[in-house]
């Protein structure tokens, strides 16, 4: 059994953006200090921490010594490279652990891994080759995505063929990195579910939120979502599987395809917090940052059951410049992450509209 | 007209104890960047925010430096040192400014104040002499309480004084310092009222909350408190012709007596957030905290109307041992402060348990 911390225990974060500012600010109203390691001496989290440490990831002495530093390391971000999540598991409790990140690296690993844990996803193949992408698309059919392996978020590294003269320009966008053909999903809806794993093995998750994407980027989410019970009871038992199976502590996000027939798909799993659980900070009592550093702390979960029904709506790019709107609004309330400069596509802030639960 | 504060500016706090924290926290979600003066290097309003100033109050050159370094300047305490609120405002914004930091450090100042701004205080005289005590005993009868007219809190400073055998030990706990001897308000409830007023004169007024004490120190809360609309209203009046006053910006409370037939006296003013508005975080979609860093930068004001109601628990010295306890309750909100060190009578954190407003 792993230690539960004290209050007034130090936390240390792998990454400073905007979520490690908001694990922060969780961590901070529980009485524990965050320490903040990021390759940015200005990052959103550091400016909201007890302490930050600059360094780049590989720098693995300096994340040998930022992990005997605190009581518990946790991360904001999937990509920490494994040498860096091994050397900090060696100094401190890592959570959620090494296992997770490495599913959550690699879409091949993780649609297989999803697969053989009771969440069916689309169908996929490897891609390396041109010869590879042939075969796929011939297995797959059309329209299909090809995606990068390792490294893919918001929508980069990521092709749609709809017709087999395309795919040879897919590949180009790959670059020589290893390839995921995915069967395209005609999904009627995106839906997401956040649920958490304490260190004794309690499970605890959110209602389901409905998710509009544009440009590859998460717009808005309705949570919780217009859905059937069943459709919840289904989520629920797909992402406790794959908790349970990765001996997961912490947060989890899994993102899913509703198809017309009211069936789900998983689509992949964040294992962090999420920008589809930000409904939660002011939704319900325990919101997702508070139940993350629960967890991390080894403390036990608290209750996802909300209050209000919420609107999250991301502030991208030049979105952040109507704050001074979003302020008047009754039940609306901001949330801006300090960064220093507005660039399209950049998450600046995002904004959750409360409403009755009873509206729904 | 003030400057409006543009997301990401840098917000300086006077004193670093968990008013400045929370503060810290509340604007962190709004962008902004704190900076905390403090004597202690180690304090807990430090430890989440952007930078620390860890200098004396008295230390004249390093607040000059500290108000230059950001865009306003704002105080978690009352006794923020004249001199010090002085050379702050001389290099930005000072909000609330030094009028009101003048009226609330001197408990003579203050009463006088209030009544003739239309919120009545219980009869009081001016004592510094042992003659001056008999005439002012002689005047508002017995009992009465004497209190230092500057430096008290929490109870500190105070002697009740039953029969006038009781006059020179209660004189003698002044230690010296001018007093002021307060009739006593045999009061059948203490309320709050928690209110702010915008750079643009706007203001915007919490519900009361009813408050228990107990060896001078605040219990819990209870908010809304159950009162008669007219009750609200009364105080309404009264604290808006203070906020007015004082052409004060920022959050204020209002320590309110409710007499047995329903008459408000006011107790004391404090120009700052304050515990009895702790319930605010959890019932409120824009709660205290952010309500007094909207003042600071120049930004609207929020809805202050709750969405729950809240009974405010607060963990005062070993009561802080219970935290896992709370953790377990539904629809519990625990806030710890990171203290270090559990002393007795020291606010270790508070707790928020939240219920439906249609249950009161």
Redesign the interface.
Known sequence: MAPCLA??SRIGILGGGQLG?ML??AA???????VVFDPDQDCPA?????QTVTAAYEDLDAVARFAQSVDAVTYEFENVPAATAQIAAAHAPLRPGVKALGVAQDRLTEKTFLNRNGAETAAFCAVQTGDDLTEALGELGLPAVLKTRRFGYDGKGQAVIRDKSEAAAALAVMNGQPAILEAFVDFARELSIIAARSADGAVQIYPLAENRHADGLLRESLAPAHIDPCVQEAAEVMVTGVLNALEYVGVIAMELFALGHGALLANEIAPRVHNTGHWTQ?AC??CQFEQHI?AVAG??L??P?P??AAHMVNLIGED?DD??QW??I???????????ETRAGRKM?HVNV?SALSDR
């Not at 901070?28 to 965050?34: I, N, S």
């Not at 550091?46 to 007890?50: D, I, K, L, P």
């Open positions: 209050p007034a500012r922060a600010r901070a109203r529980l009485g524990f200090d965050c550091g400016r909201s921490a007890a002011d009592a325990v629960r403390w036990p608290g209750d059951a209050h209000h952040v704050w001074a302020l008047q009754e039940n609306a309330v901001l949330h801006l992450y300090g960064k220093r802030g409360l």
